[in-house]
């Protein structure tokens, strides 16, 4: 099969591979055990997409000024699942209760930064570089990362990007899958022969580099005779299948019977939640995307808990922004700042983080005030659960929150 051919192949497949050159740097494998970091604990990120209502989210019902800002879209008190005299959940997030009172699931509250931006692409563009408003980086903040220490190369890829086409925290260097189907991928890739001719070109050699690897990480996915069968449920729809497809391929490269195999899978996944940007007719829309959500979550619990994944696993939500406190005339929201986000894991010390809802101190345009910078849970990740200098990959110190227990 010829090189165009193989492309061709790929993106049928819904596939893409992105290497930051010929060459991978070695790396000591990751460390093991309770409270161990390296990145034998996987980081799965989860984008929803459009920018996430974080008040009707998590809803501060004890404040009258929330039903005075949403007399229409609201979420009833009667209807919200308290969790404490002032906070509740919209009722769609009752799937996550388990691991409420399991004491693993964090909920960070106030999430945004300074002088944000409400445009959709500049701001997630912020959020993927970790760069202050004003400033413009090339790398994703994850690309950095592994950049500033390599993945091993007993791993697959460095991660596996799903339900988008973009990099996000990995663009522009980081080894990187995107995976829509692996056994189609696995397919595709076994047309191609591993090439080893010592190309004198540099940018023929680092495409044939490409290739190979390619190749290789399509192996390394594809389902083998034995392999451990999940028995978890997945929920239907595009998010459902794209965990279910994200557990399947590491189930296939990161486990033997069921068990982890230390140094191997990828260090991280992305999978994206489309349809957070609510102008218009918030509440069905919302309620039906915050039941694919939870549903997904606990998903990804089982299916992490079968592999003997959970508790070396933290999941983290993020998106561009939130919503603005005072509904619109379409019965829904437009662009704000401040939102929540919800951490997830085994060894994650589960509550209530960050600045609840100022809804008293908004600003000139009705939004509210930064609680907690979200490069704060960036440097949760980098430092406390892989173990690196996030000082040096955040380009500035923040301070890691308080939501890993030892």
Same mark, same amino acid.
């Given at each position: 099969?010829?090189?165009?051919?193989?492309?061709a192949?790929?993106?049928?497949?819904?596939t893409?591979?992105w290497l930051?050159?010929?060459?991978?740097?070695?790396?000591e494998?990751a460390a093991h055990?309770?409270?161990?970091?390296g990145y034998?604990?996987l980081?799965?990120?989860?984008?929803?997409?459009?920018?996430n %209502? @974080? $008040?009707?989210?998590?809803v501060?019902?004890?404040?009258?000024l929330y039903?005075?800002? =949403? +007399?229409n879209i609201? !979420?009833?008190?009667?209807?919200?699942i308290?969790?404490d005299?002032?906070?509740a959940l919209h009722?769609?997030?009752?799937?996550?209760?388990?691991m409420w009172?399991?004491?693993?699931?964090a909920?960070?509250q106030?999430?945004?930064?300074?002088?944000?931006?409400?445009?959709?692409?500049?701001?997630?563009?912020?959020w993927?570089?970790?760069?202050?408003s004003?400033?413009?980086l090339?790398e994703?903040w994850?690309t950095?990362?592994?950049?500033?220490?390599p993945?091993?190369?007993?791993?697959?890829a %460095? @991660? $596996?990007?799903?339900g988008?086409?973009?990099?996000?925290p990995?663009a522009?260097?980081? =080894? +990187?899958?995107?995976l !829509?189907?692996?056994?189609?991928?696995?397919?595709?890739?076994?047309?191609v022969?591993?090439?080893?001719?010592?190309?004198?070109?540099?940018?023929?050699?680092?495409?044939?580099?490409?290739?190979n690897?390619i190749?290789?990480?399509?192996?390394d996915?594809?389902?083998?005779?034995?392999?451990y069968?999940?028995?978890?449920?997945?929920?239907p729809?595009?998010f459902?299948?794209?965990?279910?497809?994200?557990m399947?391929?590491?189930?296939?490269?990161?486990t033997?019977q069921?068990?982890?195999?230390p140094?191997?899978?990828v260090?991280?996944?992305?999978?994206?939640?489309?349809g957070?940007?609510?102008h218009?007719?918030q509440?069905?829309?919302?309620?039906?995307?915050?039941?694919?959500?939870?549903?997904?979550?606990?998903?990804?619990?089982d299916?992490?808990?079968?592999?003997?994944?959970?508790?070396?696993t933290?999941?983290?939500t993020?998106?561009e922004?939130?919503?603005?406190?005072?509904?619109?005339q379409?019965?829904?929201?437009d662009?704000?700042t401040?939102?929540v986000h919800?951490?997830?894991?085994?060894?994650?010390?589960g509550?209530?983080?960050?600045q609840?809802?100022?809804?008293a101190?908004l600003?000139g345009?009705?939004?509210?005030p930064?609680?907690?910078?979200?490069?704060?849970?960036?440097?949760?990740?980098?430092?406390?659960?892989?173990g690196?200098?996030?000082?040096?990959?955040?380009?500035?110190?923040?301070?890691?929150?308080?939501?890993?227990?030892?």
């Amino acid at each position: 099969m010829k090189r165009r051919e193989f492309l061709a192949a790929a993106a049928v497949a819904g596939t893409s591979l992105w290497l930051p050159g010929a060459v991978r740097a070695e790396s000591e494998p990751a460390a093991h055990g309770a409270g161990a970091t390296g990145y034998d604990n996987l980081l799965i990120l989860i984008e929803l997409k459009g920018g996430n %209502d @974080g $008040l009707n989210t998590v809803v501060p019902f004890a404040d009258p000024l929330y039903s005075s800002y =949403r +007399a229409n879209i609201g !979420v009833r008190r009667d209807q919200a699942i308290q969790l404490d005299e002032r906070t509740a959940l919209h009722p769609s997030l009752a799937p996550l209760l388990p691991m409420w009172r399991a004491q693993q699931l964090a909920i960070v509250q106030g999430v945004t930064y300074p002088q944000p931006n409400l445009s959709h692409f500049r701001s997630i563009e912020i959020w993927d570089t970790a760069s202050r408003s004003d400033q413009y980086l090339r790398e994703g903040w994850l690309t950095r990362a592994f950049a500033s220490v390599p993945v091993p190369r007993g791993f697959a890829a %460095d @991660g $596996l990007v799903l339900g988008s086409a973009e990099m996000g925290p990995m663009a522009n260097g980081a =080894r +990187a899958i995107a995976l !829509v189907n692996p056994a189609q991928f696995a397919r595709a890739s076994r047309l191609v022969t591993p090439v080893s001719l010592k190309e004198r070109n540099p940018a023929l050699a680092h495409i044939l580099d490409v290739e190979n690897d390619i190749v290789h990480a399509a192996d390394d996915l594809r389902p083998r005779p034995g392999q451990y069968a999940l028995k978890t449920a997945f929920p239907p729809g595009a998010f459902g299948s794209s965990i279910k497809t994200a557990m399947q391929a590491l189930a296939s490269n990161d486990t033997a019977q069921g068990k982890p195999v230390p140094g191997r899978g990828v260090a991280v996944i992305r999978l994206t939640l489309n349809g957070f940007d609510t102008h218009q007719n918030q509440p069905g829309r919302h309620a039906d995307l915050l039941r694919q959500f939870s549903a997904g979550m606990v998903a990804l619990r089982d299916a992490l808990g079968e592999l003997g994944r959970w508790d070396r696993t933290m999941i983290v939500t993020y998106a561009e922004f939130g919503r603005r406190v005072r509904e619109n005339q379409s019965q829904g929201t437009d662009h704000g700042t401040a939102s929540v986000h919800f951490v997830a894991g085994g060894r994650v010390a589960g509550g209530l983080y960050g600045q609840a809802p100022q809804l008293a101190r908004l600003d000139g345009n009705g939004n509210l005030p930064v609680g907690v910078d979200f490069r704060e849970i960036y440097a949760t990740v980098l430092g406390p659960w892989w173990g690196l200098d996030a000082q040096t990959v955040l380009q500035g110190r923040f301070q890691p929150l308080p939501i890993l227990r030892a």
